[in-house]
């Protein structure tokens, strides 16, 4: 009998979930690549070559007068494996975890999320930021610059503040709270906006965000910030998209020189089904012969609306014995190796 009441209010409590409107999503994507640095190679597959694996759930509820609340907990998953990731090797939702609160106003999200500043590059890139073989992940290179913190896509205990969707001005406000920030230490805090111009064809659009530093053997000392600044600019001309981005990283660290990240790509559309990418990626620091050069070209066909098979072709060159590097290939430590990986995979949104 117990056994009998305790699926009756799951079915009872499930049922009242999907009434408010849950939905479960996700991706599955899976490529097999070849790759090459120095006097290594390996081939393998992997996963996130098109879009990150991932399996979310998110609500919403209509509370009148226009207000709705929502929320979203997104875990990422290597499905090569079956594990977690982000850190993983367990389910955990760190992608995205958040409550949100909307209205004619715009949107209130508290929790850990994407940065304003992620959702801007993103917008001008043709092959997706958090994708594997962007080479705009660059921008999360540090070689040359010492005690500077790489670019964080995601940020907890932020709240953020979202102008409501459309065309037209739009901005996007985030402020994370460290979890031991005081106000004699700021380490772990967040600061982050962006704000720009969506029109028919033409979108412009600025972003900054801080990181505060620190750690725990030095509690009260003044954590080092590491500040980043981006143009973007996106235009649509039938067919032809163009995307172009740049990036300036500073550090509050007097030793740390700061650098500059360019970046130029597009994407042609053959049709609903075919389209090809191409993007390069400069990047330079101030007072350092070490540079780094990416690039992606790309093929996506699109099987349905949900499928796509794709190909990738990924290249960085290290300059002066630089060691960045990109789509997770190792490269030795003051080596300038180069990265070659080419790729052909399945990606499949449910």
Not at 57 to 73: I, K, N, S, W, Y
Request: no cysteine; proline share 4%; hydrophobic share 40%.
């Amino acid at each position: 009998m117990k056994t009998f009441l305790a699926a009756g209010l799951g079915l009872a409590a499930s049922a009242a979930a999907w009434a408010q409107g849950v939905t479960v999503y996700g991706t599955v994507d899976l490529y097999v690549a070849h790759a090459r640095s120095g006097s290594s190679s390996w081939t393998r597959l992997q996963d996130g070559g098109h879009t990150a694996s991932r399996v979310g759930f998110r609500g919403t509820e209509d509370l009148g007068g226009g207000l709705r609340a929502g929320f979203v907990l997104e875990s990422g998953v290597s499905p090569d494996t079956g594990l977690g990731n982000l850190p993983g090797p367990d389910l955990s939702f760190t992608r995205q975890s958040f409550v949100s609160l909307a209205g004619p106003w715009g949107q209130v999200d508290l929790g850990r999320m994407y940065t304003p500043m992620f959702y801007t590059l993103f917008r001008a890139d043709p092959f997706g930021l958090n994708s594997v073989f962007s080479p705009l992940n660059l921008v999360a290179a540090t070689d040359a610059q010492p005690g500077a913190q790489a670019f964080a896509a995601r940020a907890s205990n932020m709240v953020r503040y979202r102008t409501p969707p459309g065309a037209g001005f739009w901005a996007d406000v985030g402020f994370g709270f460290g979890e031991a920030a005081t106000a004699s230490k700021r380490s772990g805090q967040f600061e982050g906006a962006a704000a720009g111009w969506s029109g028919e064809r033409l979108t412009l659009a600025y972003a900054f965000q801080r990181a505060h530093g620190g750690s725990a053997a030095a509690p009260l000392a003044d954590p080092a910030r590491t500040t980043y600044q981006g143009l973007s600019a996106t235009y649509k001309l039938d067919a032809l998209d163009l995307y172009a981005n740049h990036v300036r990283v500073r550090s509050s660290l007097g030793s740390t020189p700061a650098a500059r990240l360019t970046s130029l790509g597009a994407r042609y559309s053959f049709n609903a089904v075919s389209q090809v990418m191409v993007e390069a990626v400069d990047r330079r620091v101030d007072g350092s012969a070490r540079r780094q050069l990416g690039w992606t070209l790309g093929y996506d066909h699109n099987l349905s609306k949900r499928t796509a098979l794709y190909a990738r072709w990924l290249g960085l060159g290290n300059r002066a014995d630089a060691s960045a590097s990109l789509a997770g290939v190792t490269v030795a430590n003051n080596s300038g190796d180069a990265v070659r990986v080419l790729a052909a995979g399945i990606r499949h949104n449910f």
